[in-house]
Nanobody
Framework: QVQLVESGGGLVQAGGSLRLSCAAS????????MGWFRQAPGKVREFVAI????????GHADSVKGRFTISRDNAKNTVTLQMDSLKPEDTAVYYC????????????????WGQGTQVTVSS
């Protein structure tokens, strides 16, 4: 088990940037694949990005590819989602997630979740 706490959400204008962070508890952070999902009002939760335990492999949803970048710092037990060129359709609650299993893409089903952080992009 790992506890996850997100931060960095907020309100931004279209075209702007935000940086989300997720702090994880525990001494085995590097053994977890980490990722981000999001859920907009009235929509199902969708995969955004994933990064392997060592940080050597990443995957991003097509909808954010080229605009969002996932990274991690295993020394600080943190994972970050840099979001650039934000669009109104990026508005959602963003969730940090973790699992010892790594699955490339939207079929990843993590067992550990944060409480979420709101991102709102105005047009």
């Amino acid at each position: 088990q790992v506890q996850l706490v997100e931060s960095g959400g907020g309100l931004v204008q279209a075209g702007g940037s935000l940086r989300l962070s997720c702090a994880a508890s525990g001494r085995t952070f590097s053994t977890y694949a980490m990722g981000w999902f999001r859920q907009a009002p009235g929509k199902v939760r969708e995969f955004v990005a994933i990064i392997s335990g060592a940080g050597s492999v990443t995957g991003h949803a097509d909808s954010v590819k080229g605009r969002f970048t996932i990274s991690r710092d295993n020394a600080k037990n943190t994972v970050t989602l840099q979001m650039d060129s934000l669009k109104p359709e990026d508005t959602a609650v963003y969730y940090c997630a973790a699992d010892t299993r790594f699955t490339y893409g939207s079929s990843w089903s993590p067992s550990n979740w944060g409480q979420g952080t709101q991102v709102t992009v105005s047009s």
